[in-house]
Each structure stands twice: as C-alpha cells, then as structure tokens.
C-alpha cells in the first residue's frame, strides 16, 4: 500500500514538472516591480535596461518613492528612459513620485539622442503621478529629424500633479488615447515645436491650459496638432509678469478656462479684460467671457465694440468711446462718447471701508437675504434697500442701512472697543438671540466665557418648523452640535456671538433663488448646487457663475470641509490658506498642492477622515471594473463611501483616477449631509 501511495505522489511529481512554464509567469514573486516574458525583476529601470525591441514590459505593482537624486542635476534627464521599441504596460499600476530636487528631472523620457531610427514606444493603462517638484510626466524629444524622431502611442494614460506639464513633446510624434491629466502645474500638453506631431483622438485634460505650442502656426491653427473636432484653436496673450505680452497658441474645450475676453476679430484670448481693451484697434470685437474686475478702470476706444455676454459681470469704471453690447451685467460707471447696448443689468459698486480691518462686513437685502460680496469688502448691487452689519472680535457690532440708486458708494464704518471690566483670565462673552416669528430660542446663558457650553433650546409655534439654526461668532460661523428633542449646544468663542434662527409654516419648501446662468433647474446636480449655496459651502467663481464642470482643487475641498466643521475660512493670504492650514491640523490632508486638481478617490478620502475614518464590514468595491484602479492608500475610504452611498459609480466605474468636477463635489457633500442626517 505504501509503495503504491510513493508511486503515485512521484507521478504526480512529475506531471508538475511538465507543466508549460506559461502558467508559472502568471504568478508574480513578491516585491518584484516588473516582467518581461516571464522574467520577473526588481525594479522598473532593470526591466527597461534588460528590454529589447519588441517586448512588452508588465508592472506588477505600483512603483513608488523614487527620485532624482542620482541624476546629477541634469535636468534633461529622466527617472525612467526609453529608448528602445518596446511597450510599457502599466496593468493598472501607477508611478508614484518621491521627493525630487529642484532640477526637477522628468518622469518618463522617451527619447533618440540622434543615431538610428527614433525608438516606438507604446504606454498604457498606467497613472503616472508627480509632486511640486518634479519634472514632466513624460517628455518626448530627439534630435535627430524624419524616421529619426521617437513615436509614442499612450492608451488609458493618466497623469497627475507634475511640477510642470504633464507632457512635452519635442521633435516627436505622440498619438493618445484616453488620456486623462489633472493638476500639472504648466498644464496638459506642450507641444514645443512645429516639427512635432500630437493628436489626441478622446480624453479629458482638466487643467486650464489643455494643449499649446510656442510655435506661430503658418495658417489658421496648428496643422501639426490634430484634436476632436469640438474643440477651438485660440491665441492665448498673458502677461509674463514683467508688464510684456506672452504669446502662445492654444486648442482648447472653452476659451474660458483660459482667460477673462476674448478678441474675437483675431482670436485672441487675454487673461484680463483690460488688457484685451487697451490691445483691440478700431473695427475688432472684445467679449468679455468670464466676469472680470477693472483695478484702474479701462477704455473702449473708437471703433471698438466690448460685448458683455449673458451670465458674466463687469466691475469697474469704463471710458466708452466705441460700442458697448451690455448682456450680462456692468457694476461701476460707464462715461464717455460712446454707445450703450443691449438689455444687461447696470449694478453699482458698494465698498466698505471698515476699522479695523479684520472686521467682518456682512450685508442683507430688503428680503433679509445675504448678499455676496463681489471682492473682498466690495458688493455690486441692483437699486434698493439694504441693511449691514459689521462687527469684530473685542468691539461693538455696528448695524446700519442704505439705499442704492445707480452711484457708486463707500461705506465707512468704525467700531468700538468693548467698555467695562475684563477679567484679565477669562473674560464673558455676550449672547444675543435675534427675534424669530414663528418660534423661540430659549439661551441658558445671557453670557460665557470662552469654552464653556452654551445651550440653546428650540421651541417652534403650532403650524410651524426649524428651518435652520445658526450661532455667528467673530472668527465666522460656531459650530453647532444637536442634541435631540429640540436642544442645541456650542462651545462659546472667545467673542460675542449671535443666534438666528429661521422658522417656517409646516409642509412649506424653502425656496432658493438660483444666482447662476450656468445651473439648470432640470441639471441632475442642481439639488445639489442649491444645498452647497444655501450652507454657505460654496460659491460661484465669479457673480452668477458657478462652472460645474471645472475640476475642484485639493485646497478648495480643504476650505469647503473647514466651513462644514464651522472654521473661518475668510481673509487668509490666499483664499485657500486658512482651510488648507485647518485640514493639515485635523490630519484630513498633508497640505500639499492646494492649487492642484483633486482627483475622486482623494476627495473621498479627505472626507472619510472628516467623517472619522468610520469602519465598515464586507468589500463594497468588488462589483466594479475598475475597482483596481483605487489607490491602496484610499481602499478604505473608497470601500466605506460605496457602502454609505456617497458615491455611486456611474458608466465609467467608480474612475477614482479621475479629475472632481465641482458639482461632483457639491454632490459628494450633499449626500454626505444626508448620510450624517439620516
């Protein structure tokens, strides 16, 4: 019996050895970066040095943390060269930077140094991922002319975050497919010369500049630059700091993203409008196509038209001698020989000038709704009656009202220092509740001194409901904690603060009135749009402009998490700074690339640590296609937002790689106040 068992297990032995080794190479070794036919090695560079032409190069595993350090301050030269024809074949992996130096060497390099024919290389299905320090994404270049120039094909490509562009091409040909790019410092796609060739057959380049060359086309766009035919050839003109014109030419998805007018007469877009006015002659067209601010005012000459178009304001003091075609909206005084068109709104400009100056303006129309401010302590406002407020932490808030009939105002408002004793440890602070109709705010304190609970109890008449509850302190909104059957609480700031509340008849909906031109009430995301407004979480980028589909940045989700958690996010150095520095506090995010594009996964992730990093059972990301695409540091945030239905996933997946939109965002945080609110 023994002799028969020894026997068998030797067959089976030996049937094992005869097994083809192509089932062995579907096994990666552990730690191995990458393979060729089987052959498994421990790093990317050591697979492409021993690659020969014709291979295909598999990763087996993200490859993370590398640098330049031993590239010897060449900034030419890239982490990962290439120069053979091969394929690179991501398999859903990602190149993850480290920490680079100033040289900021390239990521990949594809590229001929002038001898033989130019290598033809093909990426795909690979995420490639920069810093603030590194160099291009991929940088395509040759010196050599003809068949000599390298070729490089990219399918599902996506590149993210570079400290320049996300790809150069030089002396090349580059062809790409499902490209997508977020958050490159330069932009998308430079195509550095007119002996390149690019073409872009589908894909979403998010950053404002998509593609440009420094090279003046010889007709009416760039014949070297082929792209889908919805998009437009423009001529970008941008000041370079130094009072001159910079001059580069542009394909773009909306000449918006790129600057505030547009001449349309020579296509010519201009990052301000006044700069488009003072370049326009007589006979050529200026729109202006985002709303803009004139610091020092501007004219139109003779023979000029500036056209204002729909949804898009202008603020600030024109000298018309030509034509002006008024469709959106004019805040400031337009004087001058000249003619006025169209049936646009005329707004004036109200500016307050407060003492001091950290003091907090805040304005109400006669409906007893706040008003934006258009800049700062500047509001741009239709005739009517209007109310302020303006108050600081240790002065007396000043209220106070005026009217608006067509001029320009400034509004000067100086406060008091508090009077009486201050206890030098830990003064009190005053507690005052705005009358309500329709119910009543009962406080358990006139007054409390900083850190001391403070309860609210809420008490609505019959027929009536809260709407919404909220405590103003002098740093902005105090955040407020419900503690069920009609009991609030706060931790009383150091200042005095103010409790409004807001009731309405039961069964009534809130109206909200939509301020953007660019939001329909029958867009799948209005709900969304309206929720973020009315909580004071997010604003237009500028007045009656809410630009859904441009892709949110990681300092803007940090200040729209800072507002939810009731943080001042008001007056910093940027308009960013305060949200960012809070966020990096509660370790929600490492305060890297604020202006960056942020991508789904990171903004899931953000609000997943918001949320506490809640533990969730069972994997939720099993069902979707592209649930390998997730990063392995958002697994868990990913998972749980899946499991509580913050994000569903639509045709794409869930398309963690890609770029947020900012009503994807409003979305996201929607639904996250339902979740928290079920």
Not at 14 to 21: D, G, R, T
Not at 300 to 319: A, H, I, P, Q
Not at 607 to 630: C, E, I, K, T
Request: some cysteine.
């Amino acid at each position: 019996m023994k002799n028969r068992i020894l026997s068998t297990v030797l067959a089976f032995a030996m049937v094992l050895a005869m097994i083809p080794s192509a089932f062995a190479e579907s096994v990666s070794e552990p730690d191995k970066a990458a393979q060729i036919n089987g052959e498994q090695y421990d790093t990317l560079t050591q697979a492409i040095e021993a690659a020969e032409d014709g291979d295909t190069i598999t990763l087996l595993k993200d490859v993370t943390g590398f640098t330049n350090e031993e590239l010897t301050g060449n900034k030419n030269i890239p982490v990962f060269l290439i120069n053979k024809d091969i394929t690179l074949d991501g398999n859903g992996h990602k190149l993850v930077a480290g920490t680079f130096t100033t040289t900021r060497n390239p990521i990949i390099g594809v590229e001929n140094d002038g001898e033989g024919s130019g290598a033809k290389v093909t990426i795909r299905d690979l995420t490639i991922v920069g810093n603030a320090d590194t160099g291009h994404g991929i940088n395509v270049w040759s010196q050599a002319t003809g068949e000599g120039r390298p070729t490089l094909t990219l399918e599902q490509v996506t590149i993210q975050n570079c400290g320049t562009a996300a790809i150069v091409v030089n002396n090349a040909v580059v062809t790409a497919a499902d490209l997508t790019t977020s958050g490159n410092a330069w932009g998308a796609i430079n195509v550095d010369d007119a002996e390149s060739m690019f073409t872009l057959t589908s894909g979403e380049l998010n950053e404002a500049s998509q593609i440009w060359t420094e090279a003046q086309p010889s007709g009416s766009e760039p014949e070297n630059i082929q792209v889908p035919e919805s998009w437009q050839y423009v001529v970008m003109n941008k000041d370079n700091g130094e009072g001159q014109s910079d001059v580069k030419y542009h394909l773009t998805t909306d000449p918006v993203k790129l600057g505030e007018a547009h001449n349309e007469t020579t296509n010519t877009v201009y990052d301000k409008a006044a700069r488009a006015l003072e370049g326009a002659e007589n006979g050529q067209t200026v729109s202006l196509i985002r709303s803009a601010r004139l610091l020092e005012g501007a004219t139109v000459k003779e023979g000029v038209r500036l056209v204002v178009r729909e949804n898009v304001t202008l603020t600030g003091d024109l000298t018309n001698n030509g034509t002006v075609e008024n469709n959106g909206a004019i805040a400031g005084t337009v004087e001058g020989s000249g003619s006025v068109e169209g049936s646009g709104e005329l707004l004036a400009v109200i500016t307050f000038e407060v003492t001091p100056e950290e003091a907090v303006v805040t304005v109400y129309d006669s409906s007893s709704d706040k008003v934006e401010a258009a800049y700062d302590k500047s509001y741009n406002l239709a005739d009517g009656s209007y109310t302020y407020e303006v108050s600081a932490n240790g002065y007396v808030t000043k209220s106070g009202s005026f009217e608006v009939s067509g001029a320009a105002q400034t509004i000067e408002v100086e406060l008091d220092k508090e009077q009486g004793p201050v206890e030098p440890g830990n003064p009190e602070y005053t507690i005052t509740v705005n009358g309500t109709e329709g119910g009543s705010v009962i406080a358990d304190a006139d007054k409390a001194a900083q850190g001391e609970t403070v309860k609210l109890t809420v008490q609505a008449q019959e027929g009536y409901e809260l709407e919404s509850i909220a405590v103003t302190g002098p740093a902005g909104t105090v955040e407020l904690m419900n503690q069920g059957e009609g009991v609030y609480a706060f931790t009383m700031p150091a200042g005095n603060v103010t409790v409004s509340a807001h009731f309405v008849k039961s069964g009534d909906e809130p109206v909200w009135s939509n301020p953007y031109g660019d939001v329909s009430e029958d867009a799948w995301y209005f709900d969304a749009v309206e929720y973020v407004s009315q909580a004071g979480l997010m604003k237009g980028i500028a007045e009656g402009t809410f630009a859904p589909g441009i892709q949110g940045s990681r300092g803007m989700f940090a200040t729209i998490l800072a507002r939810l958690a009731g943080v001042d996010t008001e007056n910093g150095a940027t308009w960013y700074e305060k949200g960012m520095a809070w966020a990096v506090e509660q370790n929600i995010s490492d305060g890297t690339a604020p202006e960056g594009g942020i991508t789904r996964e990171q903004a899931v992730t953000m609000l997943y640590r918001y949320a506490g990093s809640p533990a969730v059972s069972g994997d939720h990301l099993a069902d979707f296609a592209d649930a390998g695409a997730v990063s392995d540091w958002a697994l868990a945030a990913m998972n749980w937002a899946v499991s509580v239905g913050l994000i569903e996933g639509g045709d794409a997946g869930l398309a963690p790689q890609n770029g947020a939109t900012r009503v994807e965002l409003a979305a996201m945080f929607a639904r996250f106040d339902a979740i928290k609110n079920a």
